[in-house]
């Protein structure tokens, strides 16, 4: 039986998966033992149970915190990939400020807005007031550093972990930009 491995990318810009797409042929060798339920790089809409889910991202909206408590209900090893997952990162730039003050520089006074109007679309997920790391909010079981982490790490440590071990990066695979 082949695995399954979700992904999803939180308060993230998707560079964690630009880097997990940069393990190049090697995609093929996942493909031969796992296959991918929900992700940005599937068409799959709904969370499967999965034995390996990867979130890039911080915790920024309620969305995000729905997802990512799905895939930890969902996934039996859940990895936080990158800054961002692991302790906010570059979004969580913004909690040195109030929401408001955020919102008003955005979308009211900024340098460039040209029609100040706060949005209001109901279906817009409810902005936290500050973006969390991903264990703030569920258990986490492994954490991949970096920005982003390396195609190496990631296919060492998911390699690791199709195989039941435990990742182990070599010191070089590991960093913390
Ligand atoms: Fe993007 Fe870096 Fe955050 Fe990954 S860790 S989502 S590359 S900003």
């Known amino acids: 039986m082949k695995a399954r491995i979700a992904t999803c990318s939180l308060a993230g810009c998707f560079g964690c998966h630009m880097s997990f797409m940069d393990i190049d042929e090697r995609l093929l060798e996942l ?3 796992a296959d991918l339920d929900r992700s940005p790089l599937t068409d799959v809409r709904e969370l499967g149970p999965c034995d390996i889910g990867l979130v890039e991202g911080g915790v920024c909206n309620s969305e995000n915190v729905e997802i990512l408590r799905a895939f930890r209900r969902r996934c039996k090893i859940l990895v936080a990939v990158g800054a961002c997952a692991i302790n906010g990162g570059i979004p969580a730039l913004r909690n040195r400020y109030e929401l408001s003050q955020c919102l008003a520089e955005a979308f009211l ?8 109007k706060m949005p209001s679309d109901p279906e817009l997920p409810l902005l936290l007031n500050k973006v969390h790391p991903i264990h703030e909010v569920v258990k986490v ?4 550093p970096g920005c ?3 195609a190496e790490a990631i296919w060492t440590a998911l390699s690791a972990l199709l195989a039941g071990n435990v ?5 070089e695979g590991i960093r913390y930009d």
């Open 167 to 171: 990742p182990q990066l070599p010191p």
């Open 141 to 144: 079981d492994y954490s991949l």
């Open 31 to 33: 493909a031969q033992v």
């Open 109 to 116: 006074t900024g340098i460039g807005v040209t029609d100040p």
């Open 148 to 150: 982003p982490p390396s």
